[in-house]
């Protein structure tokens, strides 16, 4: 076995399907890189995946853009290839989230576009006493303003994936958020979340939650600013994230949580028939930005 190492982050390289090392790697470091398997088609993706567990069949909730390619396969992110995607843990603002995540490479890019992940115990590790303090004691707000059609961000149509009003109702309810419907046609909804878990087989405190990526600062300078203008207030905002209490995200704080993932991230360059497995607890993801065509397929159990 190989390891590809960065910062306190360890990704395991494994060239057999071994799922008992596969598993015991996966709890031990977050991610584990299988290549040399001939995985070679969605199809086929979709059957590796399946040993270990049975992948979700819809991204109901999800705020990320993507493509279905088949039952339990979608494109990754589809945003545009010059922009990084910062690290973060998927699904993390919603009541159900994936335990863990795959990704296969159908078309590796002509430079850039790994996957990097971060190991989010170290994340929560080197944060500083006080910014630790203040997320584990107040969690994260996230506020979304979903267009009905026309508009900024993703529509709640594609977000629930259904244009009955009455069926987003029913599965909002389940999930324990707060939302109400404008004049427009639009769904604005608010969910608390804690900022910090505890991973249900290591007992280990995790940093899990999306305050950075959904907070404005994350935006290049120039969006951000032509974002703001636009809206009146946060709530006009596609996305925005504030403490649990309702107060403002400390600018700083974000800095600080940004460099943190950052500087213990870890990548590798994509090949055809790559999969990497991660724990979406233990490890945070994103994306680089890229050159050529790249094609990265995800399936979620």
């Known amino acids: 076995m190989d390891k590809i190492t960065s910062g306190a982050t360890t990704i395991a390289v494994l060239g057999t399907p071994d799922r008992d090392s596969a598993d015991s790697l996966l709890l031990q470091h977050g991610a584990v890189l299988f290549r040399g398997l001939g995985v070679d088609s969605p199809a086929a993706f979709h059957e590796f995946v399946r040993t270990f567990g049975e992948p979700f069949t819809n991204y109901r909730h999800g705020n990320s853009p993507r493509v279905a ?59 500083s006493p006080e910014v630790r303090s203040r997320f584990t004691s107040r969690g994260v707000a996230y506020l979304q303003n979903l267009h009905g059609g026309f508009g900024l961000g993703k529509s709640w149509q594609d977000t629930y994936e259904t244009d009955d009003r009455g069926e987003v109702e029913r599965a909002l309810a389940e999930t324990g958020a707060e939302f109400r419907w404008t004049d427009d046609d639009d769904l604005r909804v608010r969910q ?68 943190v993932a950052k500087r213990n991230e870890c990548s590798f360059p994509w090949e055809r028939g790559d999969v990497m497995m991660i724990d979406n607890l233990l490890v945070m993801h994103g994306r680089h930005a890229y050159t050529g065509s790249r094609r990265i397929l995800v399936s979620m159990i």
């Open 69 to 127: 390619v088949q039952a339990g396969v979608w494109t990754s992110t589809e945003y545009p290839a010059e922009y990084e995607i910062s690290l973060h843990n998927e699904l993390s603002y919603s009541h159900r989230w994936p335990s863990r995540l795959f990704f296969y490479c159908d078309q590796a890019p002509a430079t850039g576009g790994a996957t990097p992940v971060s190991d989010s115990r170290a994340v929560l590790d080197g944060l």
């Open 192 to 259: 608390v979340r804690p900022a910090v878990r505890q991973h249900p087989v290591t007992g280990e405190e995790v940093w899990f939650n999306q305050a950075e990526q959904w907070h404005v600062s994350s935006l290049p300078a120039d969006e951000a600013e032509a974002l703001l203008e636009m809206a009146s207030s946060d709530e006009e905002l596609p996305l925005q994230a504030t403490f649990g209490d309702g107060s403002a995200l400390g600018v700083d704080d974000l800095r600080m949580v940004r460099e």
